[in-house]
């Protein structure tokens, strides 16, 4: 028998809340990398240069998830949006349901929800993030580490002297600022 990895739930923190996200299934997740190379193709040279500068310590679990591991989500959203100059507001507002409400797949608990664990739906995500939509894109990008690793572990591979060379500026850049 097999684990059915669509209903494994990973747990992320993001403004005060528990989000208890799973994968997408994989028709899907297809489906939306389409929408995503629209934001994320422009932005991953601006990814690489944040190799090895977030905290390490995020990750809730040991998984090795690729290239994407020690990127601080807060750095990231601020370089994918420093690339989407060429989405309007109706794009970007399609691409975010689609990671975080079309497929019933989050479920979120604090103090919007007294506690208890609810479904992520329109309302609850309104009072969430009202006057906190940076936090939605971080968001975002934790539901996308969790759906798309294997193709950042790809890229991984196939830019690795690149990104060892990334690691080695940032590190030495590091300790020449302490």
């Not at 669509?6 to 809340?17: A, I, M, P, R, W």
């Not at 977030?54 to 020690?70: F, H, P, V, W």
């Not at 807060?74 to 309007?88: E, F, H, P």
């Not at 929800?113 to 939509?133: Q, S, W």
């Amino acid at each position: 028998m097999y684990v059915m990895k669509q209903t494994e739930k990973k747990e992320f923190l993001v403004c005060g809340h528990s989000f208890f996200v799973n994968k997408f299934p994989a028709m899907k997740s297809a489906s939306i990398s389409a929408d995503l190379a629209k934001v994320i193709g422009p932005a991953i040279g601006g990814l690489f240069s944040l190799i090895g500068t977030g905290e390490q310590g995020r990750k809730s679990d040991g998984d090795a998830n690729g290239i994407l591991d020690g990127i601080d989500p807060k750095d990231a959203v601020s370089v994918i949006g420093s690339s989407l100059g060429t989405l309007d507001g109706d794009e970007m507002e399609r691409i975010i349901k689609r990671l975080l409400l079309d497929y019933n797949n989050i479920s979120v608990s604090g103090p919007v929800t007294e506690g208890k664990v609810k479904p992520l739906d329109l309302d609850l995500f309104n009072e969430i993030f009202c006057g906190e939509t940076q936090d939605i894109f971080v968001l975002c990008w934790d539901v996308i580490n969790l759906n798309f690793q294997s193709f950042f572990k790809n890229i991984g591979r196939q830019f690795g002297d690149q990104i060892a060379s990334m690691e080695n500026l940032n590190s030495s850049d590091m300790a020449s600022s302490t």
